[in-house]
Structures are given as C-alpha cells and as structure tokens.
C-alpha cells in the first residue's frame, strides 16, 4: 500500500445497490481530483468477482445489498483480497447499524452515513466529507488478519516491578480500528470490573447510540451513550455521544458540552483524558488504543505529567498506529502493549500491581 506521500489518484470501487444512490456516489469520485472510479456495482458478487481483477486502493461498501449483504463481503475480501473498506450507509439504526459495526469488526476501516445533502447533487460538504474519508482511508495498509482471534503477547521481559498506582478510573479512546479493539479490551474485563469506564469514539453523531448499543452486546460490561450530570459506576461503560465533549465533574459526573474541535474532533480524547487527570490525578488510568491523528497524545501526557498510568495500543495490532505512536514519541505512555494484552495488563494493575521490568517506555 501507498503511503500518504503518493499523490496518485486513489482508484475506488463502489458496490452500491440503489440505482439513484450509486450515480450519485460515482458522482463524488468522479468529481474528486484525489479520486479515481475503477466500476460501480450493485451487488457484492460482481464486486467480490471485480476486486482481484482491478486491485482497487478503496472500496465503499453499501451494507443493504441484494442476495449477499455488505458484512459478508467484507469479511470474504479480508479474507482473501484485503482491501481497505469504508462502509457508506444510508440507513443508521437498527438491524443497518448492528450490520455495520460487524462489517468494522470484519476489518472494514469506518462507517459513514450518506448525508442528506447528497440527495440534491453530488456537490456540497456531504460530497466532500465522503471523498475525504475514501481518499484518507486508502493510505490505511490492511492485512489479513482477525485481531480478535490474535496470539497471545509474548513479552520477552517477566512481571516483577511492582507498580505502586491504584486507579479509581479506566479511560479509554481511539479513532479508526476502535470498535473492534473496544470489543476486544472491554470484552477482556470481567463483569465486576471494579472501575467505571469511559471512553470516546470518533465516529459520525448518527451511528454513536448504534454503536454503544452494539458494543453492550459484545461484552460482560454494561455499556450505555452517557447524558449529561448521569454518575460514575463501577463496572458501567459510558460512551461520548456524537458531537458533543464529555469530561467529568468534581462530584463524579458525566458533564457534556459542545466546545470547539480539538485536533479536528467532537467528542475528543484529549478533552476526556485532560479532563481524568485533572478531576482525578495519579488515579488515572489512560488507555490509547488505534487511530490515524493525534487527538488523545496531550491528554494522555497530562494523565502521565499527574502520575497516572497510561497505556497505548502497539504498532502490532493497531489498524492506525496514528494516535498511540504519536504519544509513545511525546513521552505520554508508560507501555506499549498489542490489544489483547492491555486489558491483562490492567488486571495486574488492579490485583495489586505488576508491571514489566524491562518495558522500555517505562520512565
């Protein structure tokens, strides 16, 4: 795969049932000098028969597809032809949500919702969000694998420094590739987790309550879309809501608020990580998982600048190694870990505290 240093347009498959929706969307590629349209099809067997011929660099999956749905070609692409996917959905909610957030978990990069504004034309933010996210998405390398189903880390150093913290909070975040790796940490966590858990998702407003939903099914813990004044409880997940910040008040609060963008993003991590170190201090627990930017990085520091302990997802696993790589050269992590050795980790930390002699972010 490319990296963002190649400047050639992205060449894109679209696989779109709806006859009106398909025009419009080979519309947006066409009209986008980034972009390159290979074919547009209506159904997943024409694209999973066009996908090893013509090699596209992206592909935007409509999930509602006649005979074979979007998930399922997701998941015989990744399998064979691993190709990133960025799943356009004109439906939120329900069985399309559910359906979608599986596709994620398939290995499809991000889900978008067809904006209204496209109905007229083809122009406008909703056009350009689209070929954005298409364009962006492209640079992502994908490979075959299935994180949920990865080997156990092997670290080559052994658990003996003890680690004097005891959290009273988990905080968690990621952009591209966090579904699946929320599914796989939260997943790990027993159902008396001891801790409440927060956590941001950079995800389109529409598809957040879907996706705590969704999430809720996947694991022991209890997960529910966090409104505003509702209070921390152990062992209870709460997601940031679309567009909106989410800290946290002195008396153990959600506070949401619709402040500016930070690092391009609403709700964003280092709002929610700024936000544990200064209510809670070196009994913060920071966690950064996947994601292309660097929202998270700053917030985390000051998690670490308090005292706290802060863990960010390694290269290893990581769909994007954007945002925790970012933060391991700013000097905010305390450890790199591969996904499904975090939440073990924090289980230590929680048991009474072991952590890796040798780890070199270890400061």
């Keep these: 795969m490319s990296t963002i240093t190649d400047q050639r347009p992205r060449r894109v498959l679209v696989v779109e049932d709806s006859a009106v929706l398909r025009h419009l969307l080979t519309r947006v590629v066409a009209g986008d000098p980034r972009l390159e349209l290979l074919e547009a099809v209506e159904t997943a067997e024409e694209a999973l028969r066009l996908v090893p011929l013509l090699r596209p660099d992206v592909i935007s999956m409509d999930i509602c597809l006649p005979g074979m749905d979007g998930?399922?070609?997701?998941?015989?692409?990744?399998?064979?032809?691993?190709?990133?996917?960025?799943?356009?959905?004109?439906?939120?909610?329900?069985?399309?949500?559910?359906?979608?957030?599986?596709?994620?978990?398939?290995?499809?990069?991000?889900?978008?919702?067809?904006?209204q504004g496209l109905c007229g034309a083809a122009g406008g933010t909703g056009a350009h969000a689209i070929a954005t996210q298409l364009y962006i998405m492209s640079q992502v390398p994908v490979i075959r694998r299935r994180l949920l189903q990865a080997e156990p880390f092997r670290h080559k150093g052994m658990w003996t420094r003890p680690l004097d913290i005891r959290p009273r909070i988990l905080a968690l975040a990621a952009s591209t590739g966090g579904p699946t790796a929320f599914a796989r940490v939260l997943g790990d966590l027993p159902a008396d987790f001891g801790l409440p858990v927060v956590l941001v998702q950079h995800m389109g407003h529409a598809f957040m309550e879907g996706f705590a939903q969704w999430l809720d099914q996947q694991v022991a813990l209890p997960v529910t879309l966090a409104r505003h004044g509702m209070p921390l409880e152990r062992g209870r997940v709460l997601v940031a809501p679309g567009d909106q910040h989410m800290t946290l008040g002195t008396r153990g609060e959600i506070v949401l608020h619709d402040g500016a963008r930070v690092q391009g993003q609403r709700p964003s991590a280092d709002v929610l990580f700024s936000s544990v170190a200064q209510v809670f201090g070196s009994d913060g627990l920071g966690v950064l998982l996947t994601g292309m930017g660097e929202d998270g990085v700053e917030g985390l520091g000051r998690i670490r600048?308090?005292?706290?302990?802060?863990?960010?997802?390694?290269?290893?696993?990581?769909v994007i190694h954007g945002m925790p790589g970012a933060a391991e050269r700013a000097g905010a992590a305390c450890i790199s870990l591969p996904v499904h050795e975090i939440s073990p980790h924090i289980m230590r930390i929680m048991a009474g505290g072991q952590t890796l002699a040798d780890s070199p972010l270890k400061g």
């Design 71 to 115: 998930l399922e070609a997701t998941r015989q692409i990744m399998a064979h032809f691993p190709t990133p996917i960025v799943i356009v959905s004109d439906t939120v909610g329900g069985e399309a949500t559910r359906i979608s957030m599986n596709a994620l978990r398939s290995g499809a990069l991000a889900v978008i919702e067809k904006p």
């Design 305 to 318: 600048a308090r005292g706290g302990y802060t863990v960010v997802e390694d290269r290893s696993t990581a």
